[in-house]
C-alpha cells in the first residue's frame, strides 16, 4: 500500500504560488485576447463582403479543427523557422492560446448575434437605423444576454488548456510541480495536489455560471 | 395625380431565386390617402409593402416617397446604408410579429428612434414617448417590459414606436394577422383613428370590413400582379374580376368592425 504524505510539499509551497500565479494571469490574458479575437472572427464570418467572410472562417476553422498542443508546438518552433520571428515561449503560447479559444469564441459571438430574431434587425432598420446602430442598440444587448453561458464554459476551458504551455517551458502550476515532482521523488501527491488546485479555482466558477445562467433564463 | 402623390412606385419587380413575386407594379398614393392590399398569401402584397420602404430591394423599376426617388435595374446604383436609413426614418412600419425590443421598457421601445435616429435629447424623446403612448392608449404601461403585454397591446405599442419617428407615411405589415381574434378591434381603431388624422398609409391586411371601411382606394393582388384596383367599397362590393370575387367571397365584406372593447 502506498505512504501518502502530502507534508512533503510544504517545502515547495512558493514554487506552486508562483506557478498558480503564472496560470491565472495568463488566463486572463488568454480570455482578454481571445474575445478579440473572438470579435473579429465573429463579425468577420457575418460581413456583407465574401472575402472577409471567407478569410474569417478559415482562421476560425484553422484553430478549431487542430489540436492546441500541436498549435503551441508550431507556434514556437516552426512559425520563427517560416516567418523569420523569434517569439519567447510566453508570447508564442500566449499568442497560440488566444487563437485557438478566439476560434471559439467567433462561432459562440456568431451563434448569439444570429439566433436573435430577424424582425429585431428589420424593425431598427424601419425606424431608419444604420446596421451598426441596430447591430449595437437592438441586437448585441440581447445576443450577449446569450452568449454569457457559452463564453465562460470556454473560458474555463481555457484556464484548463493553459497546462499545456508547460510543454514549452513557460513556468506554470504543471510546469513548476514537474519541477518539484522530479525533486522530491513524489509525483503522485503533487499531481493529486495540482488537481485540486485547478478544482479549487474551478469550482466555485462553474456555481456562479450556472447562477447566472438561471438568472438569465428568469429575466428572458 | 403623380403630381401630387405621396408614394409612386413605376413599373416595380422583385424575384426571389426564379419566383418572381413582384412583376412590373405601379401604385400611387395620394398624401392623405389609405391604401389596402389585399390577396392570397404569395400574393406579393408583404413584398410590395417592404418595397416603398427598401426593407426588400426591388429589382427593377423605381420607388418614391414624398421628394426621395429611387431607380433600380440594369445600371442603377444601389444606395448606400446611410441613405437608405434616412429614407427609412421618414416612414413608419408596423409588423405582423410587432417585433417589439423585448430588452427595453415600452417607453424606451418608443424613445429608441427619436433618441437613436433622430439625436433627439433624452428629455425631449420622453415627452414625445409618453405622448405616442397616451395616443394609442398606452399610457400606463409605460415601465413595462413588451413580454407581460397582451398582443393587442404590444401591437399598439408598435405603432406608438414608428409613429414618435413623426412619418410622413406608415406601412402596416397585417398588423391583426397575429393576433387573437378579441385584440384585433383595440388596433384597427388605432389605424382608423390614423386615417381620420390625414395620415398616408398603405395597409396589408386580411380584415376585408375593416379595408372597406377606412381604405379610399383598394388593391387586390396575385402572383404578382394587381388584378384589381379602385375605391375600396366599390370594389368589395361589386368586384369586376372572377379573381377577386373568388378571394372575396371566403371573406365577410361588410358589417361593424370588430369593437375596441377592451380599451388597455
Known sequence: MYQWDFGILWSYRWLFLNGLGVTVGFTVVIVVLGLVFGLFGAFGSLSRFKAVRLLALTFIEAFRCTPILVQLIWFYYALPILA???????????????????????EIIRGGIISIDKGQSEAGAALGMTPGQSMRRIVLPQAIKRMIPALMNQSIIQFKNTSLVSVLAVPDLVYQSQVAAHDSYRPLETYTAVAVAYAAILIPLTIIVRRGEKRLAVSE | MSETS???????????????????????????????????????????????????????????VGDTRFQFGEGAKLPDVKTLARFRATTGMVFQHFNLFPHMTTLQN????????????????????????????????????????????????????????????????????????????????????????????????????????????????????????????QVIDNPKESATRAFLSHFHRTGALPPANAAS
Open chain 2, 6 to 64: 405621396k408614394i409612386e412606385i413605376r413599373s416595380l419587380r422583385k424575384s426571389f431565386g426564379s419566383n418572381e413575386v413582384l412583376k412590373n407594379i405601379n401604385l400611387d398614393v395620394p398624401k392623405g390617402g389609405v391604401v389596402a392590399l389585399i390577396g392570397p398569401s404569395g400574393s406579393g402584397k408583404s413584398t410590395l409593402l417592404r418595397c416603398i420602404n427598401l426593407l426588400v430591394t426591388p429589382d427593377g423599376g423605381s420607388v418614391r
Open chain 1, 84 to 106: 523569420g520571428v523569434e517569439m519567447t515561449p510566453i508570447t508564442a503560447s500566449a499568442l497560440a492560446l488566444s487563437l485557438y479559444g478566439g476560434s471559439f469564441y467567433s
Open chain 2, 110 to 233: 418608443v424613445m429608441e428612434g427619436p433618441v437613436t435616429v433622430r439625436r433627439m435629447a433624452k428629455a425631449d424623446a420622453e415627452k414625445l414617448a409618453r405622448a405616442q403612448l397616451a395616443k394609442v392608449g398606452l399610457a400606463e404601461k409605460a415601465d413595462q417590459y413588451p413580454a407581460t403585454l397582451s398582443g393587442g397591446q404590444k401591437q399598439r405599442v408598435a405603432i406608438a414606436r414608428a409613429l414618435a419617428m413623426e412619418p410622413d407615411v406608415m406601412l402596416f405589415d397585417e398588423a391583426t394577422s397575429a393576433l387573437d381574434p378579441e385584440l384585433v378591434g383595440e388596433v384597427l381603431s388605432v389605424i382608423q383613428q390614423l386615417a381620420s388624422e390625414g395620415m398616408t398609409m398603405v395597409i396589408v391586411t386580411h380584415e376585408i370590413a375593416f379595408a372597406r371601411e377606412v381604405a379610399d382606394r383598394l388593391i387586390f393582388m396575385r402572383d404578382g400582379v394587381v388584378v384589381e384596383e379602385g375605391p375600396a367599397r
